[in-house]
């Protein structure tokens, strides 16, 4: 073997490493992103069962407009939440949750009815 095909044999190995290496850090990217949806699903469906769970009358005073809530295990979150009831014994509940991700920031938002 000449010291040029060891030199062909080495740049051909390299290019496919440099594959392999950026398929496992985009999968390693993306796991990531995954777990911070999830992260951010269970909170905004958490804050739904707990307004469920409380009386329909007080929605409007326990959900001011502005409200905000924590979420635990986001970078920088802001878990927000705004009512809508201009139709007559229903509330429209929109939750959303923003954070800072590797790839810029993420946003997760979800909704549901709520009747009297």
Known sequence: MSLLEVVIAL???AIAMTGIIG???NHM???DLDRQLQIASDAAMSKIDEARARDFGTLPTQYPAGYTFPVLGLTNPVGTVRLDASVPD???MF???TWQSQRGQRRFETSTIIGK
């Open 29 to 31: 990217t993306m796991q």
């Open 95 to 97: 939750v959303e949750i």
């Open 11 to 13: 740049a051909v190995l």
């Open 23 to 25: 398929a496992i850090l």
């Open 90 to 92: 229903i509330v429209t």
